[in-house]
């Protein structure tokens, strides 16, 4: 199993695992985070991004032209924003700590 810890808007920390293979959006969304994956996963929505500790962005697979294209259209992208639908759980990424934005659509006011 794969551990991950999502941080969400108010800074609670909420451990869960998956095995691998499962995308990091779904995973999330098990999990009651607020990650909407209105496309699933076609690249054609930004409403599964989140923000990547710094330490483990630079472990991930680097993120495809597509996916740069749909961040920038993201709210509240920071450099190590990623979209979730494009990351699959690997043993690599055990420990890992992703982070909800604060800024989504679906949030107002924050
Ligand atoms: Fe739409 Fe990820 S679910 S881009």
Avoid: N, Y
């Amino acid at each position: 199993m794969v551990r991950v810890c999502f941080v969400t808007t108010d800074g609670r920390r909420c451990d869960v695992t998956g095995q691998p293979g499962t995308r990091l959006l779904e995973l999330g969304q098990a999990h009651g985070m607020p990650l909407e994956g209105t496309c699933e996963g076609q690249m054609a929505c930004s409403t599964c991004h989140v923000v990547i500790a710094p330490d483990w962005f630079d472990r991930l697979p680097a993120a495809s032209d597509d996916e740069e294209d749909m961040l920038d259209l993201a709210a509240g992208v920071t450099r190590t924003s990623r979209l979730s639908c494009q990351i699959t759980l690997t043993d690599d990424l055990d420990g890992i700590e992703v982070r909800i934005p604060g800024e989504s659509r679906d949030m107002q006011g924050r």
